[in-house]
Protein backbone atom coordinates (compact mmCIF):
# COMPACT_ATOMS: atom_id res chain seq x y z
CA UNK A 1 0.00 0.00 0.00
CA UNK A 2 2.68 2.24 1.05
CA UNK A 3 4.51 1.34 -2.49
CA UNK A 4 0.88 2.45 -4.25
CA UNK A 5 1.26 5.72 -2.56
CA UNK A 6 4.46 6.54 -3.62
CA UNK A 7 3.98 5.95 -6.93
CA UNK A 8 1.03 8.01 -7.40
CA UNK A 9 2.78 10.60 -5.60
CA UNK A 10 5.57 10.47 -8.22
CA UNK A 11 2.85 10.23 -10.89
CA UNK A 12 1.46 13.29 -9.56
CA UNK A 13 4.89 14.70 -9.38
CA UNK A 14 5.41 14.14 -13.39
CA UNK A 15 1.95 15.70 -13.72
CA UNK A 16 3.68 18.61 -12.70
CA UNK A 17 6.79 18.40 -14.80
CA UNK A 18 9.62 17.20 -12.06
CA UNK A 19 11.77 15.12 -14.25
CA UNK A 20 13.47 13.69 -11.65
CA UNK A 21 10.51 11.94 -10.04
CA UNK A 22 10.27 10.19 -14.18
CA UNK A 23 13.43 9.23 -13.26
CA UNK A 24 12.62 7.37 -10.34
CA UNK A 25 9.38 6.19 -11.83
CA UNK A 26 11.55 4.39 -14.73
CA UNK A 27 14.20 3.14 -12.21
CA UNK A 28 11.26 1.31 -9.99
CA UNK A 29 9.60 0.35 -13.61
CA UNK A 30 11.56 0.48 -16.50
CA UNK A 31 12.89 -3.48 -15.81
CA UNK A 32 9.52 -4.92 -15.61
CA UNK A 33 7.97 -2.54 -18.51
CA UNK A 34 10.87 -3.77 -20.76
CA UNK A 35 10.49 -7.46 -20.26
CA UNK A 36 6.33 -7.51 -20.48
CA UNK A 37 7.22 -5.23 -23.95
CA UNK A 38 10.20 -7.35 -24.98
CA UNK A 39 7.69 -10.37 -25.11
CA UNK A 40 4.98 -8.23 -27.03
CA UNK A 41 7.57 -7.07 -29.90
CA UNK A 42 9.76 -10.01 -29.84
CA UNK A 43 13.02 -8.17 -30.43
CA UNK A 44 14.91 -5.91 -27.97
CA UNK A 45 15.45 -2.42 -30.23
CA UNK A 46 11.53 -1.96 -30.56
CA UNK A 47 10.93 -3.23 -26.97
CA UNK A 48 13.71 -0.62 -26.03
CA UNK A 49 11.82 2.27 -28.97
CA UNK A 50 8.03 1.39 -27.13
CA UNK A 51 9.89 1.78 -23.84
CA UNK A 52 11.08 5.27 -24.69
CA UNK A 53 7.08 5.71 -26.36
CA UNK A 54 5.69 4.70 -22.88
CA UNK A 55 7.78 7.44 -20.88
CA UNK A 56 7.20 10.19 -23.51
CA UNK A 57 3.27 9.06 -23.30
CA UNK A 58 3.66 9.00 -19.31
CA UNK A 59 5.12 12.43 -19.16
CA UNK A 60 2.61 14.17 -21.18
CA UNK A 61 -0.49 12.55 -19.70
CA UNK A 62 0.59 12.01 -16.00
CA UNK A 63 -1.85 14.55 -14.75
CA UNK A 64 -4.58 12.59 -16.31
CA UNK A 65 -3.55 9.81 -13.81
CA UNK A 66 -7.02 9.60 -11.28
CA UNK A 67 -6.28 6.96 -8.48
CA UNK A 68 -8.89 4.61 -9.90
CA UNK A 69 -6.50 1.66 -10.67
CA UNK A 70 -2.80 0.92 -8.31
CA UNK A 71 0.04 3.09 -10.44
CA UNK A 72 1.63 -0.21 -11.60
CA UNK A 73 -1.64 -0.82 -13.65
CA UNK A 74 -2.16 2.44 -14.98
CA UNK A 75 1.76 2.22 -16.15
CA UNK A 76 0.98 -0.99 -17.89
CA UNK A 77 -1.88 0.00 -19.80
CA UNK A 78 -0.14 3.07 -21.05
CA UNK A 79 3.20 0.41 -21.94
CA UNK A 80 0.32 -1.91 -23.52
CA UNK A 81 -1.00 1.27 -25.92
CA UNK A 82 2.17 2.13 -27.06
CA UNK A 83 3.26 -1.49 -27.97
CA UNK A 84 -0.02 -1.63 -30.11
CA UNK A 85 0.01 1.55 -31.81
CA UNK A 86 3.91 0.41 -33.09
CA UNK A 87 3.60 -3.37 -33.53
CA UNK A 88 0.08 -2.65 -35.95
CA UNK A 89 2.69 -1.22 -38.17
CA UNK A 90 4.70 -3.67 -38.30
CA UNK A 91 4.30 -7.16 -40.45
CA UNK A 92 3.53 -10.29 -38.68
CA UNK A 93 6.67 -12.32 -37.72
CA UNK A 94 7.51 -15.26 -40.20
CA UNK A 95 7.55 -18.39 -38.45
CA UNK A 96 10.54 -19.93 -37.36
CA UNK A 97 12.29 -23.06 -38.71
CA UNK A 98 11.75 -25.88 -36.81
CA UNK A 99 14.25 -27.42 -34.30
CA UNK A 100 15.34 -30.89 -32.96
CA UNK A 101 16.61 -32.10 -29.84
CA UNK A 102 19.81 -33.99 -30.31
CA UNK A 103 20.65 -34.53 -26.58
CA UNK A 104 18.49 -34.66 -23.87
CA UNK A 105 20.31 -33.44 -21.07
CA UNK A 106 21.03 -29.70 -22.78
CA UNK A 107 24.38 -28.35 -22.02
CA UNK A 108 24.81 -24.13 -22.15
CA UNK A 109 24.77 -24.18 -25.49
CA UNK A 110 21.59 -26.16 -26.20
CA UNK A 111 19.52 -24.43 -23.32
CA UNK A 112 20.05 -21.29 -24.72
CA UNK A 113 19.41 -22.34 -28.38
CA UNK A 114 15.74 -23.77 -26.05
CA UNK A 115 15.20 -20.55 -24.92
CA UNK A 116 15.55 -18.96 -28.46
CA UNK A 117 12.68 -21.94 -29.59
CA UNK A 118 10.46 -20.75 -26.58
CA UNK A 119 11.25 -16.79 -27.75
CA UNK A 120 10.22 -17.87 -31.36
CA UNK A 121 7.34 -19.74 -30.40
CA UNK A 122 6.15 -16.85 -28.23
CA UNK A 123 6.74 -14.75 -31.27
CA UNK A 124 3.88 -16.79 -33.23
CA UNK A 125 1.04 -15.94 -30.80
CA UNK A 126 -1.15 -13.12 -31.54
CA UNK A 127 -0.51 -10.55 -29.67
CA UNK A 128 -3.45 -10.67 -27.75
CA UNK A 129 -2.57 -13.93 -26.30
CA UNK A 130 1.11 -12.95 -26.15
CA UNK A 131 0.21 -9.90 -23.56
CA UNK A 132 -1.98 -12.08 -21.02
CA UNK A 133 0.76 -14.57 -20.97
CA UNK A 134 3.46 -12.01 -20.43
CA UNK A 135 1.40 -10.08 -17.56
CA UNK A 136 0.34 -13.39 -16.21
CA UNK A 137 3.37 -15.59 -16.25
CA UNK A 138 6.46 -13.12 -16.27
CA UNK A 139 4.81 -9.70 -14.44
CA UNK A 140 3.16 -12.52 -12.03
CA UNK A 141 -0.38 -10.38 -12.13
CA UNK A 142 -3.48 -11.57 -11.11
CA UNK A 143 -6.28 -12.40 -13.50
CA UNK A 144 -8.26 -8.67 -12.27
CA UNK A 145 -4.55 -7.06 -12.79
CA UNK A 146 -4.80 -7.74 -16.55
CA UNK A 147 -7.92 -7.41 -16.82
CA UNK A 148 -7.75 -3.60 -15.65
CA UNK A 149 -4.81 -3.28 -17.69
CA UNK A 150 -6.30 -4.58 -20.98
CA UNK A 151 -9.69 -3.12 -20.35
CA UNK A 152 -11.73 -6.54 -20.78
CA UNK A 153 -13.71 -8.92 -18.36
CA UNK A 154 -11.63 -11.74 -16.37
CA UNK A 155 -13.09 -14.21 -18.12
CA UNK A 156 -11.34 -12.95 -21.48
CA UNK A 157 -8.29 -12.94 -19.64
CA UNK A 158 -8.68 -16.98 -18.51
CA UNK A 159 -9.74 -17.88 -21.93
CA UNK A 160 -6.83 -15.83 -23.98
CA UNK A 161 -4.40 -17.49 -20.76
CA UNK A 162 -5.57 -21.03 -21.80
CA UNK A 163 -5.58 -20.48 -25.69
CA UNK A 164 -2.13 -18.48 -25.49
CA UNK A 165 -0.74 -21.91 -23.31
CA UNK A 166 -1.98 -24.38 -25.61
CA UNK A 167 -0.85 -22.67 -28.53
CA UNK A 168 2.58 -22.50 -26.82
CA UNK A 169 2.66 -25.76 -26.19
CA UNK A 170 1.28 -27.12 -29.63
CA UNK A 171 4.22 -25.10 -31.31
CA UNK A 172 6.68 -26.04 -29.05
CA UNK A 173 5.77 -29.84 -29.46
CA UNK A 174 5.67 -29.41 -32.96
CA UNK A 175 9.39 -28.68 -32.87
CA UNK A 176 10.37 -31.09 -30.56
CA UNK A 177 8.65 -34.29 -32.71
Known sequence: ??????????LAAIG???????HALYERYGGPLFGFLYRLAGDRGTAEEILQDTLLAV???????QGRSSPSTWLFGVARRQAHNRLRLMPPPVPA???????????????????????RALRR??????????????ED???????????????????R???????????????VS
Open 97 to 119: EPYELADPEPGPEEAAVGAERVQ
Open 141 to 159: LSHQEIAEILAIPVGTVKS
Open 59 to 65: WRSAHSF
Open 125 to 138: LPLQQREVLALSVL
Open 161 to 175: LHHARATLRGCLDER
Open 16 to 22: EGDTAAL
Open 1 to 10: METTRADAAL
